[in-house]
């Protein structure tokens, strides 16, 4: 008889009763316990290493020793931690393993005040049962502030100008600048922050297209926004403002290829994060005339070199990594991230935890493989989405023999977020936060349970994630109702694709999948096996799904490294396959 979850034993309020918060045994969480109540006269410590608004600190204060020391080097951090219960952080510390390591198990809490987590290791917090929290909304307006004031700021030359009368000039022709009204903007990432650079931008007079495969189109429509293939956004936009999140898709997204497509002239934002354009591609696309003008708050390395071209180049306004600094936004972040740090700390649940909590181990054990199923469905899903009204409504199966009641499928969902949301937006998704990340951001999960007779044995038969209300890249993926439909089973403890819309795969989920659709025919698995070969590409599993012999197939390929475009390119060229995809697990 299976475990139930008991899920709710996990987000207790009281730090006595959640020692599942922190993957540590309960004795080891005693132990922290005292530590923590004893230390410094019965409050915890909090080192904050980066300034932090003053509400923030005030709240701090009532509740914990508080430590301000900024500019720490390496050692002198990881001197300082091992004396403190919590470390809060902006975007300047790096959080790295060895932090973790000289904390000797005391810090218990990481506290970002800011949305992005990239500079804390964050394996390493959660292998040594540190907490990591962040503040993801109270800068967005900020950050939509400074994505306008580079936009107007750039149209009118005004940094340039403005450098120029300091140095004794005065320079009226040089520096005409161009209008911003009836101008079209393609706001590339409408979530939080675009969705508000957007809103501003049509109060400027601009025409507004967006570009988010992931967006709903009900939230564009309602600000009188177009929602528009990428194609669209990139070839008819005169300014285009970056607000996605740094992820393998969205790296180097603005590269040599796509420059060249867009309108010559076209001015562009980065108030996202630098590695989202190919830096050298943008100084090339600058020199030639492509790109008249950028203004760029975000780079690949922070701070860039000192003689970096692209922040000294003439047609190029530089801001040092602002977006966030306000002084409401970083008074509001400060707040933010204080509660959750605190709150944290006394074992209350952090809506805004970012690393996963522990799962009691027998029930982890049972369910593991379920677990990566649940996370690998959901990512397999959403890259199939290509438009339509957004991720809005999702629905998850669970074919089961086991009766409702044992068999809690809370972690599972969770998972299934995951999967959907992490590789299209900035936020870590766990046990903690999936609802309310699904909630943010507007997407409804339902669940259902389907009954199997026979004995119970394995806890769950069968998974299926349904997307309604899209479009897909992978035509074949679409079920007889219209909706992108992928399930999948757990054999041999080994998580399979058994299914993409109405086809039948036998497919192992691990490293990624090529998806084909093709005429049935024999020989299709050797083309397309040798064409992988030729390139080293190690092919783990091939499988071909039909309806009838001599119809159409689909033929799903796992494979271990990413194929290069040119491979790609190959198997698409093949006569007989319709349509493929290749998807990232
Ligand atoms: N410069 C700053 O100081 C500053 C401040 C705040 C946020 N940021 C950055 O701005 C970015 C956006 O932040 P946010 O809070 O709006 O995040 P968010 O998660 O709310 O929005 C990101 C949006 O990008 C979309 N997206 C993901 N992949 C996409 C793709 N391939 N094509 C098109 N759209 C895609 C998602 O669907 C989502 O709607 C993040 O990179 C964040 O780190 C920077
Ligand atoms: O991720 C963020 O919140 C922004 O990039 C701001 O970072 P900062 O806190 O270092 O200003």
Known sequence: MATPLGLSSLFSSRLSTTPSLFPINRKEFNRRRIILVTAGGGKPTILVAEKLGQAGIDLLKKHANVDCSYDLSV??????????DALIVRSGTKVGRDVFESSRGRLKVVGRAGVGIDNVDLAAATEYGCLVVNAPTANTVAAAEHGIALLTAMARNVAQADASIKAGKW???????????????????FGKVGSEVARRARG???????????????????????????????????????????????????????FARMKRGVRIVNVA???????????????????AQAAL??????????????????????????????MEAQ???????????????????????????????EVLRELKPYVVLAEKLGRLAVQLVTGGSGVDAVKVTYASSRCPDDLDTRLLRAMVIKGLIEPISSVFINLVNSDYVAKQRGVKISEERMVLDGSPGDPIEYITVRIANVESRFASALSESG?????????????????????????SLEGSVILCRQVDQPGMIGRVGSILGDENVNVSFMSVGRIAPGKQAVMAIGVDEQPSKETLKKIGDISSIEEFVFLKL
């Open 204 to 258: 400027l007079g601009m025409h507004v297209i967006t570009h988010d495969p992931y967006a709903p189109a009900d939230r564009a429509r309602a600000i009188g926004v177009e929602l528009v293939s990428f194609e669209v956004a990139i070839s008819t936009a005169d300014f285009i403002s970056l607000h996605l999140p740094l992820t393998a898709a969205t790296s180097k997204m603005l590269n040599d290829e796509t």
């Open 171 to 189: 320079m009226r022709s040089k520096y005409v600048g161009v209008s911003l009204v009836g101008k079209t903007l393609a706001v590339l990432g």
């Open 75 to 84: 050692e002198e951090l990881c001197t300082k931690i091992s004396l403190c």
């Open 273 to 291: 994060r630098g590695g989202v354009i190919d830096e050298e591609a943008l100084l090339r696309a600058l020199d030639s005339g492509i790109v």
């Open 483 to 507: 909706e992108i439909k992928v399930e999948g089973r757990v054999k041999q403890g080994v998580p399979c694709l058994t299914k993409v819309g109405l086809f039948g795969v036998d497919v």
């Open 331 to 361: 008074e509001g972040v400060a707040v933010e991230i204080a509660e959750a740090v605190v709150g944290a700390l006394r074992g209350e649940l952090a809506a805004t935890a970012v690393n996963a909590p522990m799962v009691p181990p």
């Open 297 to 326: 708050d975000v780079f690949t390395v922070e701070p860039p070199v000192k003689d970096n071209k692209l922040v000294l180049h003439e047609s190029v306004t530089a801001t040092p990594h602002l977006g966030a600094s306000t």
